[in-house]
T-cell receptor, first 115, second 114 residues
Framework: AQKVTQAQTEISVVEKEDVTLDCVYE???????LFWYKQPPSGELVFLIRRNSFDEQNEISGRYSWNFQKSTSSFNFTITASQVVDSAVYFC????????????FGGGTRLMVKP | DGGITQSPKYLFRKEGQNVTLSCEQN?????MYWYRQDPGQGLRLIYYSQIVNDFQKGDIAEGYSVSREKKESFPLTVTSAQKNPTAFYLCASSIQGQVVGEQFFGPGTRLTVL
Protein backbone atom coordinates (compact mmCIF):
# COMPACT_ATOMS: atom_id res chain seq x y z
CA ALA A 1 0.00 0.00 0.00
CA GLN A 2 1.17 3.49 -0.70
CA LYS A 3 1.77 6.02 2.03
CA VAL A 4 3.09 9.55 2.31
CA THR A 5 4.45 11.00 5.53
CA GLN A 6 5.07 14.66 6.23
CA ALA A 7 6.49 14.59 9.73
CA GLN A 8 6.54 18.38 10.16
CA THR A 9 3.02 19.52 10.95
CA GLU A 10 3.97 23.19 11.42
CA ILE A 11 7.04 25.24 10.67
CA SER A 12 7.55 28.87 11.54
CA VAL A 13 10.34 30.96 10.01
CA VAL A 14 11.23 34.59 9.68
CA GLU A 15 11.16 36.15 6.25
CA LYS A 16 14.28 35.56 4.14
CA GLU A 17 15.15 32.36 5.93
CA ASP A 18 15.49 29.16 3.92
CA VAL A 19 13.13 26.34 4.85
CA THR A 20 12.90 22.67 3.86
CA LEU A 21 9.69 20.66 3.98
CA ASP A 22 10.21 16.94 4.30
CA CYS A 23 8.29 14.21 2.48
CA VAL A 24 8.85 10.48 2.84
CA TYR A 25 6.87 7.98 0.81
CA GLU A 26 6.25 4.25 0.64
CA UNK A 27 5.33 2.29 -2.45
CA UNK A 28 5.87 -1.14 -3.95
CA UNK A 29 5.61 0.08 -7.52
CA UNK A 30 8.71 0.84 -9.53
CA UNK A 31 6.83 3.43 -11.57
CA UNK A 32 5.23 6.22 -9.63
CA UNK A 33 4.81 9.97 -9.54
CA LEU A 34 5.38 12.44 -6.75
CA PHE A 35 3.70 15.82 -6.41
CA TRP A 36 3.79 18.92 -4.29
CA TYR A 37 0.76 21.16 -3.87
CA LYS A 38 0.35 24.48 -2.08
CA GLN A 39 -2.87 25.34 -0.23
CA PRO A 40 -3.06 29.06 0.55
CA PRO A 41 -5.64 30.38 3.04
CA SER A 42 -8.21 30.59 0.23
CA GLY A 43 -8.33 26.79 0.25
CA GLU A 44 -7.70 25.88 -3.37
CA LEU A 45 -4.80 23.52 -3.98
CA VAL A 46 -2.20 24.84 -6.39
CA PHE A 47 0.01 22.40 -8.26
CA LEU A 48 3.74 23.02 -7.85
CA ILE A 49 5.60 20.07 -9.32
CA ARG A 50 5.32 16.51 -10.61
CA ARG A 51 8.26 14.12 -10.68
CA ASN A 52 8.32 10.56 -12.02
CA SER A 53 10.28 7.78 -10.36
CA PHE A 54 12.80 7.50 -13.16
CA ASP A 55 13.92 11.09 -12.97
CA GLU A 56 16.02 11.78 -9.88
CA GLN A 57 17.39 15.03 -11.18
CA ASN A 58 16.80 17.84 -8.75
CA GLU A 59 14.70 20.72 -9.97
CA ILE A 60 14.82 24.41 -9.31
CA SER A 61 12.11 26.91 -10.10
CA GLY A 62 12.91 30.38 -8.87
CA ARG A 63 13.08 30.25 -5.07
CA TYR A 64 11.69 26.71 -5.04
CA SER A 65 13.79 23.56 -5.32
CA TRP A 66 13.07 19.88 -4.93
CA ASN A 67 15.39 17.06 -3.91
CA PHE A 68 14.28 13.58 -4.95
CA GLN A 69 16.22 10.67 -3.46
CA LYS A 70 14.97 7.17 -4.21
CA SER A 71 17.54 5.65 -1.84
CA THR A 72 15.79 7.28 1.11
CA SER A 73 12.29 7.45 -0.46
CA SER A 74 12.22 11.17 0.05
CA PHE A 75 11.06 14.13 -2.02
CA ASN A 76 11.92 17.24 -0.05
CA PHE A 77 10.96 20.79 -0.93
CA THR A 78 13.09 23.83 -0.15
CA ILE A 79 12.05 27.44 -0.28
CA THR A 80 14.97 29.84 -0.43
CA ALA A 81 14.67 33.33 1.00
CA SER A 82 11.12 32.73 2.21
CA GLN A 83 8.48 35.43 1.88
CA VAL A 84 5.25 36.08 3.75
CA VAL A 85 3.30 35.03 0.64
CA ASP A 86 4.79 31.56 1.02
CA SER A 87 2.66 31.06 4.13
CA ALA A 88 0.38 28.13 3.32
CA VAL A 89 -0.14 24.45 3.87
CA TYR A 90 2.00 22.31 1.61
CA PHE A 91 1.05 18.78 0.63
CA CYS A 92 3.20 16.04 -0.81
CA UNK A 93 1.36 13.34 -2.77
CA UNK A 94 2.11 10.04 -4.47
CA UNK A 95 0.48 8.30 -7.41
CA UNK A 96 1.37 4.76 -8.37
CA UNK A 97 1.29 4.19 -12.12
CA UNK A 98 -0.94 1.14 -11.82
CA UNK A 99 -3.41 3.10 -9.70
CA UNK A 100 -4.23 5.46 -12.53
CA UNK A 101 -4.38 9.03 -11.34
CA UNK A 102 -5.21 8.23 -7.73
CA UNK A 103 -3.33 10.47 -5.33
CA UNK A 104 -2.36 9.59 -1.80
CA PHE A 105 -1.68 12.74 0.18
CA GLY A 106 0.52 13.34 3.17
CA GLY A 107 -0.93 15.13 6.17
CA GLY A 108 0.48 18.48 5.07
CA THR A 109 2.93 20.95 6.58
CA ARG A 110 1.72 24.38 7.64
CA LEU A 111 4.39 26.96 6.89
CA MET A 112 4.19 30.33 8.59
CA VAL A 113 6.55 33.01 7.38
CA LYS A 114 6.73 35.98 9.71
CA PRO A 115 7.83 39.42 8.56
CA ASP B 1 -10.68 30.64 -18.72
CA GLY B 2 -10.60 26.91 -18.13
CA GLY B 3 -11.00 25.66 -14.62
CA ILE B 4 -13.10 24.02 -11.95
CA THR B 5 -15.94 25.71 -10.16
CA GLN B 6 -17.55 24.58 -6.95
CA SER B 7 -20.67 25.93 -5.38
CA PRO B 8 -21.64 27.04 -2.91
CA LYS B 9 -18.51 28.29 -1.16
CA TYR B 10 -20.15 27.94 2.26
CA LEU B 11 -23.00 25.60 3.10
CA PHE B 12 -24.91 25.10 6.31
CA ARG B 13 -27.01 22.06 6.93
CA LYS B 14 -29.27 20.92 9.68
CA GLU B 15 -28.78 17.44 11.00
CA GLY B 16 -30.77 14.88 9.05
CA GLN B 17 -30.76 16.83 5.79
CA ASN B 18 -29.19 15.75 2.54
CA VAL B 19 -27.18 18.39 0.69
CA THR B 20 -25.61 18.42 -2.76
CA LEU B 21 -22.31 20.07 -3.57
CA SER B 22 -21.75 21.16 -7.14
CA CYS B 23 -18.57 20.64 -9.16
CA GLU B 24 -18.19 21.71 -12.78
CA GLN B 25 -15.13 21.69 -15.02
CA ASN B 26 -14.50 23.00 -18.52
CA UNK B 27 -11.04 21.49 -18.92
CA UNK B 28 -12.36 18.56 -20.96
CA UNK B 29 -10.94 16.17 -18.37
CA UNK B 30 -12.26 12.64 -18.22
CA UNK B 31 -11.49 12.00 -14.56
CA MET B 32 -13.01 13.80 -11.60
CA TYR B 33 -12.57 13.38 -7.86
CA TRP B 34 -14.06 14.40 -4.53
CA TYR B 35 -11.91 14.84 -1.43
CA ARG B 36 -12.68 15.66 2.15
CA GLN B 37 -10.31 17.72 4.29
CA ASP B 38 -10.63 17.97 8.05
CA PRO B 39 -8.80 20.65 10.05
CA GLY B 40 -5.08 19.99 10.24
CA GLN B 41 -5.32 16.90 8.10
CA GLY B 42 -4.60 15.84 4.58
CA LEU B 43 -7.07 15.07 1.84
CA ARG B 44 -9.03 11.85 1.81
CA LEU B 45 -10.67 10.49 -1.32
CA ILE B 46 -14.45 10.08 -1.20
CA TYR B 47 -15.37 9.11 -4.76
CA TYR B 48 -13.82 9.29 -8.20
CA SER B 49 -14.98 8.92 -11.76
CA GLN B 50 -12.77 8.09 -14.70
CA ILE B 51 -15.46 8.30 -17.34
CA VAL B 52 -19.05 9.42 -17.75
CA ASN B 53 -21.67 7.15 -16.16
CA ASP B 54 -19.06 5.37 -14.08
CA PHE B 55 -17.64 6.06 -10.63
CA GLN B 56 -15.89 4.21 -7.81
CA LYS B 57 -15.74 4.53 -4.06
CA GLY B 58 -12.67 6.02 -2.49
CA ASP B 59 -11.40 5.54 1.04
CA ILE B 60 -14.30 7.20 2.87
CA ALA B 61 -17.41 6.78 0.67
CA GLU B 62 -19.88 5.87 3.42
CA GLY B 63 -22.60 8.47 3.79
CA TYR B 64 -21.90 10.05 0.40
CA SER B 65 -23.23 9.54 -3.12
CA VAL B 66 -22.28 10.88 -6.54
CA SER B 67 -23.41 10.87 -10.15
CA ARG B 68 -21.59 11.44 -13.42
CA GLU B 69 -24.18 12.02 -16.11
CA LYS B 70 -22.11 14.61 -17.95
CA LYS B 71 -18.40 14.89 -18.51
CA GLU B 72 -18.34 18.41 -17.06
CA SER B 73 -20.24 17.71 -13.87
CA PHE B 74 -19.65 15.54 -10.80
CA PRO B 75 -22.03 16.49 -7.96
CA LEU B 76 -21.57 15.09 -4.48
CA THR B 77 -24.50 14.45 -2.14
CA VAL B 78 -23.82 14.33 1.57
CA THR B 79 -26.56 12.19 3.03
CA SER B 80 -27.97 12.05 6.54
CA ALA B 81 -26.07 8.77 6.94
CA GLN B 82 -22.81 10.70 7.11
CA LYS B 83 -22.37 11.10 10.86
CA ASN B 84 -19.75 13.82 10.85
CA PRO B 85 -20.10 15.82 7.64
CA THR B 86 -18.63 19.13 8.80
CA ALA B 87 -15.51 19.52 6.67
CA PHE B 88 -13.96 21.22 3.67
CA TYR B 89 -14.77 19.48 0.39
CA LEU B 90 -12.55 19.73 -2.65
CA CYS B 91 -13.32 18.65 -6.18
CA ALA B 92 -10.58 17.91 -8.70
CA SER B 93 -10.16 16.74 -12.27
CA SER B 94 -7.36 15.33 -14.39
CA ILE B 95 -6.61 13.93 -17.81
CA GLN B 96 -6.85 10.19 -18.12
CA GLY B 97 -4.11 8.42 -19.99
CA GLN B 98 -0.88 6.54 -19.81
CA VAL B 99 0.96 9.41 -18.19
CA VAL B 100 -0.15 10.36 -14.72
CA GLY B 101 -0.98 14.03 -14.83
CA GLU B 102 -1.56 16.48 -12.06
CA GLN B 103 -4.99 17.01 -10.64
CA PHE B 104 -6.55 20.45 -10.90
CA PHE B 105 -8.57 21.56 -7.90
CA GLY B 106 -11.60 23.74 -7.40
CA PRO B 107 -11.87 26.40 -4.68
CA GLY B 108 -13.72 24.09 -2.29
CA THR B 109 -16.99 24.09 -0.34
CA ARG B 110 -16.98 24.43 3.43
CA LEU B 111 -19.88 22.46 4.88
CA THR B 112 -21.04 23.06 8.43
CA VAL B 113 -23.71 21.03 10.17
CA LEU B 114 -25.72 23.03 12.66
Amino acid sequence: AQKVTQAQTEISVVEKEDVTLDCVYETRDTTYYLFWYKQPPSGELVFLIRRNSFDEQNEISGRYSWNFQKSTSSFNFTITASQVVDSAVYFCALSEFNAGNMLTFGGGTRLMVKP
Amino acid sequence: DGGITQSPKYLFRKEGQNVTLSCEQNLNHDAMYWYRQDPGQGLRLIYYSQIVNDFQKGDIAEGYSVSREKKESFPLTVTSAQKNPTAFYLCASSIQGQVVGEQFFGPGTRLTVL
